[in-house]
Structure formats: structure tokens, C-alpha cells
């Protein structure tokens, strides 16, 4: 079962920021927290990943709050090809797989 | 990143009737999994392909029913056998890389069985 909790769905306008939350409580201290999505009809593609400390790349910014309980996505400026169903996954490793929960499915608005 | 082609990438097929799946990876990987997806569902995870030995099998998935190969560190099958509507899902191969630890998707095979 996916160790995760996500909101179902959120909104956004095109040219905000994005903030998607995800909730993993339960997560243990040698697991990172990724993040993919998946826009429709295709493969989940990677965005970004974390241990403890938080990451930008040129897709996101990945804030994961200090006791590790949570995380938040950050798209600094949405565009309507963002729109897409978001996954938060925890994983130990590279060696092990990725369960994945029910995701958030992002749309962004003109 | 590494790449991965799955092919077929959608087929309609019979009642019955069996189909197997390809991926290729474009440079070796660690582990490579097979997830399905059914219709407005999430990503559920099939089984572990491992190389030179039986694949490990998720709980609700077996051996019978979605026979898995892996003879190589790039390459990859798997077959919906006695195939029934219910298995009509998107499949999905991924790869990890040794190089990162990302796991990498192919774009999928959607399968409509009539």
C-alpha cells in the first residue's frame, strides 16, 4: 500500500505557482521522497527527489519539512502542459521499487 | 537518462488469446519492474523482472497468468496469458539506473481485450 496521502485534485492558473502538499507520516529515516507525474497517455515521468534537505532542478523546488512528515511540489510557474496527475512516492532505495498511490491530478487554467 | 521502448504500444486483442510485451532499455539497469494501470486507476506495481531468475510476483499477481522474462540487463518481457476484458489496462515497463536513483518509464502498451 502507497505510504502516501495526496489531495485528489487542485486547480491552478497558468503563471502561478503551484503548491501540490503530500503527507507521509510514516516515513522511514532512509527513505526519499520522489515526485513524478504523469500527463495522459503517457509514462510517469521523474521531476524530483529528496532525503532530508530541499532540492530544486529546473522542473521544481521540493520542500520537505523537518521532521520529514510531509513535502510540498513547487511549480513556480504553472503552464498548461503541467496539467497532470502528480505522484509523491517514498523509497528506500535505488534497488527498490515504487508504489504509487492515487496521486493529485493538477489542472491548470488559462 | 535511460530510455525504454516498449512495443507493442496499443493492440486489441481476443478473448483467450495471449500477448506479450517488449522492453528495451537503451543502457543497463539495475531492476526493471512492470506496473499496470487500469482504466482511470493509479500505478499498481506487477512484478519484479530479475535477471537469470524468476521474476518476484506482487500479491494478487502470479507466474501463470503474467509469465515474465529477463534475459539480459537491458531487456525484458511480459505476457498477459488467457487474456479476459478484465486485463484491459495500460502496462507499463520501468527501469532503474545505476548511475541515479531515478526510475525511468516507458510510455506504455494499452491493451483492450474484446
Known amino acids: 500500500d502507497a505510504k502516501t496521502t495526496q489531495p485528489p485534485s487542485m486547480d491552478c492558473a497558468e503563471g502561478r505557482a503551484a503548491n501540490l502538499p503530500c503527507n507521509h507520516s510514516?516515513?522511514?529515516?532512509?527513505?526519499?521522497v520522489y515526485w513524478y507525474r504523469q500527463i495522459h497517455s503517457q509514462g510517469p515521468q521523474y521531476i524530483i527527489h529528496?532525503?532530508?534537505n530541499n532540492e530544486t532542478n529546473e522542473m521544481a523546488s521540493l520542500i520537505i519539512t523537518e521532521d520529514r512528515k510531509s513535502s510540498t511540489l513547487i511549480l513556480p510557474h504553472a503552464t498548461l502542459r503541467d496539467t497532470a496527475v502528480y505522484y509523491c512516492i517514498v523509497r528506500v532505495d535505488n534497488n527498490n521499487d515504487m508504489r504509487f498511490g492515487a496521486g493529485t491530478r493538477l489542472t491548470v487554467k488559462p | 537518462s535511460a530510455v525504454i521502448s516498449q512495443k507493442p504500444s496499443r493492440d486489441i486483442c481476443q478473448r483467450g488469446t495471449s500477448l506479450t510485451i517488449q522492453c528495451q532499455v537503451d543502457?543497463?539497469?539495475?531492476?526493471m519492474f512492470w506496473y499496470r494501470q487500469q482504466p482511470g486507476q493509479s500505478l499498481t506495481l506487477i512484478a519484479t523482472?530479475?535477471?537469470?531468475?524468476?521474476?518476484?510476483?506482487e500479491s494478487g499477481f502470479v507466474i501463470d497468468k503474467f509469465p515474465i522474462s529477463r534475459p539480459n540487463l537491458t531487456f525484458s518481457t511480459l505476457t498477459v496469458s488467457n487474456m479476459s476484458p478484465e486485463d484491459s489496462s495500460i502496462y507499463l515497463c520501468?527501469?532503474?539506473?545505476?548511475?541515479?536513483?531515478?526510475?525511468?518509464f516507458g510510455s506504455g502498451t494499452q491493451l483492450s481485450v474484446l
Open positions: 520501468s527501469a532503474t539506473s545505476p548511475v541515479n536513483e531515478k526510475l525511468f
Open positions: 543502457s543497463q539497469v539495475t531492476m
Open positions: 523482472a530479475n535477471q537469470g531468475s524468476e521474476a518476484t510476483y
Open positions: 529528496g532525503l532530508k
Open positions: 510514516t516515513i522511514s529515516g532512509n527513505e526519499y
